[in-house]
Nanobody, 118 residues
């Protein structure tokens, strides 16, 4: 069994920064996590990829977040982070972390609300 818990969401002004964390738990699974990622659902839109990071550290970003967001991870602890800078109102939404676990599939966190108010 794999559980992911996000933290760090909240309210921030445009141009501000916020750091999201996502911790994985589950007996014997941390070593078996390969890709981890952040997705988000903004107003009226379907869930979209924000950033992804492989176990070796290769990253990909959406065009809308490239240059502003940074995804990192602590593979030893099964934790992934999303540093969000220069936030815009359009970034407002629910952010979900995911973890791809070998032989088990993809697991999702419950979501963290990020609100960028103008």
């Amino acid at each position: 069994q794999v559980w992911l818990v996000e933290s760090g969401g909240g309210l921030v002004q445009p141009g501000g920064s916020l750091r999201l964390s996502c911790a994985a738990s589950g007996t014997g699974i941390i070593a078996n996590i390969y890709d981890m990622a952040w997705y988000r659902q903004t107003s009226g839109k379907e869930r979209e990829l924000v950033a992804r990071i492989t176990r070796r550290g290769t990253t990909t970003y959406s065009d809308s977040t490239q240059g502003r967001f940074t995804i990192t991870r602590d593979s030893a602890r099964g934790t992934v982070y999303l540093q969000m800078n220069s936030l815009k109102p359009e970034d407002t939404g629910v952010y979900f972390c995911s973890a791809d676990v070998f032989t088990q599939g993809t697991y999702w966190g419950q979501g963290a609300q990020v609100t960028v108010s103008s």
